[in-house]
């Protein structure tokens, strides 16, 4: 290897390490925001030293080596999910590599003073796009690593999680700017204008955070039960017991918290299609745990959601059922958006070459939903997104549109088996809840159980990989709305647009020129 290269691959390197530690992993479990606001230097570098020939490969490289530091509990559910998700990642990294690299070929005369704001484009318009699709994947978004940062909760109510990340990315393109120059005197400017909006957001966001409101005289009771069952429990002994606990913890959380006018539990803390099972006598055990399972519901006087298989037709779905008080109302949300591998199969995977990874994978796949439901308690209307769907703004957006006026996530984090995981999990939502400016309480199983108010805080938690509840009473705004709320990803889908749109308008000068040579 040369020693450009080596130089340059060292700098990777460093970049990977940074961004890494900016994130909840296996470094540091809650992450460290300080980190991102570096991380991206020694990558702004690396691009600007490299040829557009090899960008390809160096972006492959990188995207590559992130994700194995960044997601390695991927590996707890098979070696098969963590190259392929390395591999989704240094496909994105590849094409952020070249875009960079093919506009740094037009930009590097004349307009070469505005190009550390330009190049910064390509890197947010690639990773949305990495948030959409059939392999839809939201972790690592550099903006999730302030999650812990009121300031940037706050900014992220106006222009999403985009904008968080548009900011760090800029600071990070200019420090690479004046250290590739070795100029600062020249960069004075651009420097002061970049503080001077890091410290804007602090001032008029960050203080925002701190300063007390009047209360909403609305709020709602609720017990959040958290069971830490094996991810390998796949028996109809393993159902009947994680039925039992979770109603002895259900009557514990009563007990000590009787004015609870919700109780949720976690995403499919109760295996078997219960609903369904309770008019069917074809599995005599199954018919028993479903039916002592309603009887125990009617019997309380508080609502109920609770994750289950759900049944409709031929269909299975992973659902949020929901029971009035008494049990005398019962509606269902079907998951929306499913883990694919995991949940279903990708259409265009659908071959026989395939058959031997899919039977290898002994996964349950589940039918797609198609409704957004919500759910009605009280005043109040709320949603519940299930697992990852809180990690898309797209479906929490919709849900809001719906009337939504909080959202309970049930998730099952026990299968990653990594602290980590639960935390950048847990950012998602953290994120989710400021950029719509409505709570968020989240029922799990070994994951984060908590309750996230509308600023983004996490006001009560209980620790994860244990079984337990976590009682509380939390304040809801009917009708709460934000900017970003109101204008969704429009920040995002124009950067997105202007990226691509230049891509088009260069690469055809750019063909034209080779095709008939300059005049």
Not at 163 to 189: C, H, P, Q
Not at 325 to 351: C, M
Request: hydrophobic share 45%; charged share 20%.
């Amino acid at each position: 290897m040369k020693r450009n290269n080596l130089f340059s691959f060292v700098l990777l390197l460093f970049s990977v390490f940074f961004l890494s530690l900016s994130q909840p992993s296996f470094l540091i479990e809650d992450g460290c925001s300080f980190f991102a606001w570096i991380a991206y230097i020694p990558f702004f570098i690396v691009i600007g030293r490299i040829r557009i020939k090899t960008s390809l490969l160096w972006g492959a490289a990188y995207g590559f080596l992130l994700c194995l530091l960044l997601c390695p509990w991927l590996s707890e559910f098979g070696l098969i999910a963590l190259i392929f998700v390395c591999g989704v990642f240094a496909f994105y990294n590849s094409i952020i590599f070249f875009i960079i690299s093919f506009f740094q070929k037009f930009f590097s005369g004349h307009f070469s003073s505005f190009f550390w704001i330009l190049r910064v484009f390509p890197v947010l318009a690639v990773e949305f796009l990495r948030t959409k699709g059939l392999l839809a994947f939201s972790y690592g978004i550099i903006g999730y690593s302030q999650w812990k940062n009121p300031a940037f909760l706050k900014l992220s109510s106006l222009f999403g999680i985009w904008g968080v990340s548009f900011l760090i990315l800029l600071v990070n393109s200019l420090f690479a700017k004046i250290i590739s120059e070795r100029n600062l005197r020249d960069n004075l400017k651009k420097f002061s204008f970049c503080v001077s909006l890091v410290i804007s957001v602090f001032v008029f966001w960050g203080m925002d955070y701190f300063i007390p409101r009047e209360k909403s005289s609305s709020s709602l009771s609720v017990a959040l039960i958290q069971n830490a069952s094996s991810a390998s429990s796949c028996t109809i002994s393993d159902y009947e017991k994680d039925s039992i606990l979770l109603q002895k913890l259900t009557d514990d959380a009563l007990a000590s918290f009787p004015e609870t006018e919700l109780v949720v539990w976690p995403e499919t803390a109760i295996v078997p299609d219960f609903l369904y099972y309770a008019n069917n006598h074809s599995d005599k055990r199954r018919h028993e745990l479903s039916e002592k399972l309603i009887s125990y519901i009617k019997d309380k006087n508080c609502a109920f959601l609770i994750g289950s298989n759900h049944r409709e037709g031929q269909n299975t779905y992973n659902s949020a059922i929901y029971f009035s008080p008494h049990g005398h109302e019962i509606e269902v949300y079907n998951k929306n958006i499913l883990v694919p591998f995991t949940e279903y199969w990708p259409s265009f995977l659908d071959y026989k070459i395939f058959n031997g990874i899919k039977t290898a994978l002994n996964c349950e796949f589940f039918e797609k939903g198609r409704k957004i439901n919500s759910f009605k308690i009280k005043d109040f209307c709320f949603s519940s997104p299930i697992c990852f769907e809180d990690s898309f703004s797209s479906i929490i957006s919709k849900m809001k549109k719906n009337g939504a006026d909080f959202f309970v996530n049930i998730s099952d984090d026990a299968w990653a088996s990594s602290a980590a995981a639960r935390n950048m999990h847990l950012s998602m939502s953290v994120f989710r809840a400021a950029e719509f400016s409505s709570p968020f309480i989240r029922s799990t199983i070994d994951g984060k159980t908590c309750i996230i108010d509308s600023c983004g805080k996490v006001t009560s938690e209980i620790p994860g990989e244990i079984d337990g509840f976590l009682c509380a009473k939390f304040e809801v705004q009917k009708n709460s709305s934000s900017p970003y709320f109101i204008i969704g990803d429009a920040f995002i889908v124009a950067i997105t647009f202007f990226v691509f749109l230049l891509l088009l308008i260069l690469s055809v000068g750019f063909v034209k020129v080779k095709c008939y040579g300059r005049r």
